[in-house]
């Protein structure tokens, strides 16, 4: 079985202690950031923790897409 990895894209503040687990951090301090740490994802991304501000930048598509799977931190 093939395992895919992660990354948690979102504010700093948030995101950075992810890093600690392997997790590919991407910080995003603003939607246009979001935006550009989404579209750089690599392929091999299966599993996507953002903050609930990067939530808000992301389409509706790119949020509730299959892959990759997209999990939104609480408030």
Partial sequence: M???????IGEQVRVAGFGLTGVK???????E???TAWADLPGSIELVVVTPAAARALS??????????????PS
Avoid: F, H, M, N
């Avoid at 598509?61 to 939104?72: C, E, F, I, N, S």
């Fill in 2 to 8: 093939t395992v895919g990895s992660a990354a948690a």
């Fill in 25 to 31: 951090v991407c910080v995003a301090e603003d939607p």
């Fill in 33 to 35: 950031a979001v935006r």
């Fill in 60 to 73: 509706p598509a790119q949020r509730d897409g299959d892959r990759p799977l997209v999990a939104v931190l």
